[in-house]
């Protein structure tokens, strides 16, 4: 079926840095998409979200970049802190109607002080 | 705003008995909730989508006499592991829906990580 993946299990980067998270998506139909932190044992946080009639959106040190040619989205964190290690996951949402998120494999990230 | 709460946060259980966990939307309504399920270094996978009023749609291969949930209020979901075996031990999220504009943003809380002895 239709899946949502990530070309880079981990990525490591030095405090300060920017970093970026990359994600593929299969859905060319999908409508919506969403990066999640998820900290050790805890519950995923939402980070940013676009839609897909956009091609950028920026928010607090985060910007969400989306290519629906290559069916490509990432996220870059700019002047990275150690706050910022974490699982990363990219969510797409392919039916507003039944609201039901599509996540991908995850992106650990490790912020070197 | 947009606080999803998630009672208890670590539960040991034996073999053989049942655990309920709760999950709370606290500053809103929540229509809609759901369940997943995530397992060591993996992604989350949904489980079951719980609605209000009405009964949970399980996602395939999800067992719904194993894994009961019960949506009794707007902000309150409830699931059920029942007769837990030490292959349903896992972390258990969920998370609520709720938004503007026609998207609804999903909230999660904290988990419950499940250990079945």
């Known amino acids: 079926g239709e899946n949502v993946g990530l070309h880079l299990p981990t990525l490591s980067v030095q405090e300060g840095d920017n970093s970026i998270i990359n994600c593929a998506y299969s859905n060319s139909a999908s409508d919506y998409f969403i990066w999640y932190k998820q900290e050790s044992g805890k519950g995923p946080q939402f980070i940013i979200d676009i839609r897909s009639n956009m091609d950028k959106r920026q928010g607090q040190r985060v910007t969400v970049l989306l290519n629906k040619t290559v069916k490509h989205l990432s996220l870059q964190i700019a002047a990275t802190q150690p706050g910022d290690s974490a699982v990363y996951f990219c969510a797409e949402l392919a039916d507003f109607g039944n609201e039901k998120l599509t996540f991908g494999t995850g992106t650990r990230l490790t912020i070197i002080p | 705003g947009a606080v999803v709460s998630q009672h208890p946060s670590w539960v040991i259980c034996k073999s053989g008995t049942s655990v309920k966990i709760e999950c709370r939307s606290l500053?809103?309504?929540?229509?809609?909730m759901f369940w997943y399920r995530q397992f060591p270094k993996q992604s989350l996978m949904l489980m079951a989508t719980?609605?209000?009023?009405?009964?949970?749609?399980?996602e395939q291969g999800v067992e719904k006499d194993k894994f009961l949930i019960n949506h009794a209020s707007l902000t309150l979901s409830t699931l059920t592991v029942t007769s837990a075996h030490p292959e349903d031990s896992s972390f258990y999220i969920c998370?609520?829906?709720?938004?503007?504009?026609?998207?609804?943003?999903?909230?999660f809380g904290a988990g419950t990580r499940l250990s079945v002895l």
């Open positions: 500053d809103f309504q929540a229509t809609t």
């Open positions: 719980s609605n209000e009023g009405s009964k949970a749609t399980y």
């Open positions: 998370s609520a829906s709720t938004g503007t504009g026609g998207i609804n943003i999903q909230y």
